[in-house]
């Protein structure tokens, strides 16, 4: 059995500016997963950059409000959602309440650096 606590998982920051926690990834922690699986946090006010992933991604919103950018197209998010961002496309978040904006994020196959393109 592997548990691990969120609060257990050093922060940093990633490179589209949002604060992450990264949970379960196959290349840290021996695990025989396709996907890495992080929390991630952006303070109020605050956007991440323009960037895109070779894979496909999936956000659940936990916490906060916002609004979500994929290829030039925005609506808003909030508490509950699950967002889809397909591989290739540029993406950002704006948090846009009072909170911080927390939400699982789901990179499959797992997350890559070579696979990031910071587009800002």
């Known amino acids: 059995m592997f548990i691990r606590r969120i609060d257990d998982c050093p922060e940093f920051v990633a490179g589209d500016n949002t ?47 916002g609004e979500m950018e994929i290829d030039g197209e925005r609506e808003p998010v909030s508490t509950g959602d699950v967002i889809y961002v397909p591989p290739g496309a540029a993406q950002r978040i704006v948090n846009t309440g009072a909170e911080d904006l927390t939400f699982v994020c789901i990179v499959d196959p797992a997350w890559r650096e070579a696979d990031e393109e910071i587009l800002e």
């Open 19 to 65: 604060r992450l926690r990264e949970v379960f990834h196959p290349d840290k922690d021996g695990l025989d997963l396709r996907y890495s699986f992080a929390v991630a946090r952006v303070a109020p006010g605050k956007t991440t950059l323009l960037h895109r992933l070779v894979h496909s991604e999936v956000y659940h919103l936990l916490a906060g409000s």
